[in-house]
């Protein structure tokens, strides 16, 4: 077992959001910025910021770690970046009186075409439909959730013709 594996997890946490240097074994070095560390097997995930806006994922497998150098910290733009990296490229935000238009403006069509659907939760912000489904804020398709995996799929069919039908 390395140094490396060694560590807890904790100590691999202040690792995150680095910018960092890895000799590896047979001499492989590594730099990039680490997203995560793997508490189970101490696996690196790396990301190299590339200048033309693209980003390189790299995983480096915790037996093979010799030893990790800082190189230097994150600025909040990169934290900022390295955050975003796996969410959906459209994440966009929404007021709070978009928000409530959208989910009218599903509940009505839904409604329109039969289909049973109420608000539910504190601020009446999740749609439920039929007792079975929820969808969340902001009410795409990805916002589905059941247990159902047929009704899931069925509607979630019915909101991407709802989206197309908007635009």
């Not at 960092?20 to 910025?33: C, M, P, T």
């Not at 790396?46 to 390189?56: C, I, K, P, R, T």
Request: aromatic share 6%; proline share 4%; hydrophobic share 35%.
């Amino acid at each position: 077992m390395t140094e490396w594996q060694r560590k807890s997890p904790l100590e691999w946490l202040t690792y995150v959001n680095k910018e960092v240097n890895i000799l590896a074994a047979e001499k492989h070095k590594y730099k990039g910025w680490v997203l995560t560390v793997d508490p189970v097997s101490a696996n690196i995930l790396l990301a190299n910021l590339l200048e033309n806006g693209n980003v390189s994922i790299s995983g480096i497998l915790g037996h093979a770690v010799q030893d990790v150098e800082i190189v230097s910290e994150s600025t909040d733009a990169v934290k900022e970046q390295l955050a975003h990296l796996f969410m959906p490229g459209e994440s966009q935000t929404y007021s709070q009186e978009e928000l409530e238009e959208k989910k009218n403006s599903l509940k009505n069509w839904l409604e329109k075409n039969h289909i049973p659907v109420k608000e539910e939760g504190e601020s009446q912000r999740t749609l439920c439909v039929a007792g079975v489904l929820t969808i969340n804020p902001p009410y795409g398709p990805e916002d589905c959730n059941s247990s159902n995996e047929i009704i899931l799929s069925r509607v979630q069919g019915l909101i991407q013709s709802y989206l197309a039908l908007q635009q």
